[in-house]
């Protein structure tokens, strides 16, 4: 089965985190996973091709944003809210906020 990379909330950066959200599209994640717990990717609804859709949550993924759990052939995405909150208090609010 396929296993994706997560970095450990120590190794979270700033400059990355910023970079995973200077795209509009991984807003748009970001704020779709703010509003629930989990969302498997074919909640998000995005019109674009599955690769640059696929793109986008490698992306996020790499950079600490976004938590990916696999359970069969699902992919259910979460928020790391907690751990952004840990190395980066209120960061992930004031984005937030700002996009609403």
Known sequence: MRQYHHPDRDNISLTDV???LS???RLQ?????ATK???TCGEFCLEMSKSTQSHHYKVLRDTG???TRLEGTQHYNSLRREDLN???PNLLNSILDAIK
Request: proline letters at 5%; charged letters at 25%.
């Open 18 to 20: 910023l970079y995973g």
């Open 23 to 25: 795209d509009p599209t």
């Open 29 to 33: 994640i970001v704020k779709m996973l």
């Open 37 to 39: 717990k989990e969302i």
């Open 65 to 67: 944003i976004m938590y």
């Open 86 to 88: 840990a190395r980066f």
